[in-house]
Structures are given as structure tokens and as C-alpha cells.
């Protein structure tokens, strides 16, 4: 078992290689992957149009890059090379970091009290938005990115709440931290992943010490029928 774990930490230090900035080891990894740039684009298995096309992708769909073939881009489609034009199909980099540069964490320990999705309506919402965190009231908030503050103010069902915004692997996103008892932090303000930016409470549409925290894939929308662009937080989590 130890030759094992031994063998795959090897295995991933290949892959990814290792950066030293300061005194802490970052991990970094860069993959090139492919935006599509116009709808029903098909998706054939050899470079060239005399191949099958095995399906279409749309503007905005990015696909991981396997290299080039004449006019032709390779794509991993389904697991499995495929070919699109190169025409419709730019590439570009991400640069991934397992440290605090990188990625979303928990805004605050506690108990999941209410998940993401489908609500009964009882408190005004038939859609939950984003997560329940039940935990004492004066429990620490972090940013759960790094990002820049949009928003601290008391306001309505959120009561105390603040709204960060975030670029993560070149992808906009927008966080919400409500029902806050105390907020640390004010607009325009950057702010480091992990850092306390508040404190949890039972402010505003709020019945019992928690925080309601949400995702959103670029600016906020509100909806309290449908998920909008809200994302569950729990799939982005690391
Ligand atoms: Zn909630």
C-alpha cells in the first residue's frame, strides 16, 4: 500500500511540476484547451471533411486541446479525439494552482442545514439559491476566493450580507455571504481566499444563526424561482 502512494505522488510531480514562491511550495499546472466561436460546429473523427461527423458543438463550449492537424484542431470530445475546424476552435491556456490562488473552499464551518435546489416556498423562495451553513452566531466567515469586494451593506432579506467578485481559471463568478452578524470588509476592498471577512448571524429573511452563501457565474442575478446563474457551491468546492 505505501509502494502505491508512493508511486502516484511520483506520478503526479511529473505531471504537474513544482513552483517555489517564498518559503511555500505551490503546485502548478498549465493545459491548453479550446473555445468553440460558432454554433453547430461539427465534430468529425479525422482531419478533414471526408470524415464522419459524430456530432456539433455550439459557441462557448471548451473542450480540452490534444494538438493540431493541418486546419484541423483535436479536441477531446466524450473521451475520445475528434476533430473540429481550427477556424471556429481557439485555443488558449489555464494555469491551475492547488494553493489559495486557486479555486473555492467553505466559507465557514458548520452543519449543511439546507442544500441548493428545489424549496418548498415556505420562506418566500421556491428555489434556494445556495447553501445553508448552520453555526453559532460570531462563527468567522472567509472568502471563499479571492477576489474584490461589490458589496457590504444591510439590505433587505440577505440582512447583513456582502457580495465578492472573483476570477478563477479565467471563468467570472459573484459570492454571497448573507445574514451576517458583523461584516469585516467594504466595497472595493481585494481580498485574499481564506481571510475573515465577516462574521455569521441571523439577519434579515434569517430564522436561526446561519449563513446562506451563494454562486453565481458572473454578475449576481436574483431569482426566487430557478437557479438563474447560480451554481451549486458544493461542486466547486476543494
Ligand atoms: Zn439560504
Do not use: C
Not at 455569521?200 to 431569482?223: A, C, D, K, Q
Amino acid at each position: 500500500m505505501k509502494r502505491m502512494i508512493t508511486t502516484m505522488t511520483m506520478t503526479a510531480l511529473v505531471v504537474s511540476g513544482f513552483a517555489t514562491t517564498g518559503t511555500e511550495k505551490v503546485e502548478a499546472a498549465t493545459t491548453y484547451k479550446v473555445k468553440v466561436t460558432a454554433d453547430g460546429l461539427r465534430v468529425r473523427t479525422g482531419p478533414s471533411t471526408a470524415y464522419k461527423v459524430v456530432g456539433s458543438v455550439n459557441s462557448g463550449q471548451t473542450f480540452n486541446y490534444l494538438g493540431v492537424s493541418g486546419s484541423w484542431t483535436k479536441i477531446s470530445y466524450g473521451g475520445t479525439a475528434r476533430y473540429i475546424s481550427s477556424t471556429y476552435a481557439k485555443k488558449y491556456s489555464v494555469t491551475t494552482s492547488s494553493k489559495a490562488t486557486s479555486g473555492f473552499s467553505r466559507p465557514a464551518s458548520g452543519r449543511i442545514a439546507q442544500g441548493y435546489g428545489a424549496a418548498s416556498g415556505v420562506y418566500g423562495y421556491t428555489f434556494h439559491n445556495g447553501i445553508d451553513i448552520a453555526a453559532p452566531t460570531g462563527t468567522p466567515v472567509y472568502a471563499s476566493a479571492s477576489g474584490t469586494v461589490i458589496t457590504s451593506r444591510y439590505y433587505g432579506a440577505y440582512g447583513n450580507h456582502i457580495m465578492m467578485k472573483h476570477t478563477v481559471n479565467g471563468l467570472s463568478y459573484t459570492t454571497v455571504y448573507a445574514h451576517l452578524s458583523s461584516r469585516a470588509v467594504s466595497v472595493g476592498q481585494t481580498i485574499a481566499k481564506g481571510s475573515r471577512i465577516g462574521n455569521i448571524g441571523n439577519t434579515g429573511n434569517s430564522f436561526g444563526s446561519h449563513l446562506h452563501f451563494e454562486m453565481h457565474r458572473g454578475n449576481y442575478v436574483y431569482s426566487a424561482s430557478s437557479a438563474a446563474n447560480s451554481v451549486n457551491p458544493l461542486n466547486y468546492f476543494n
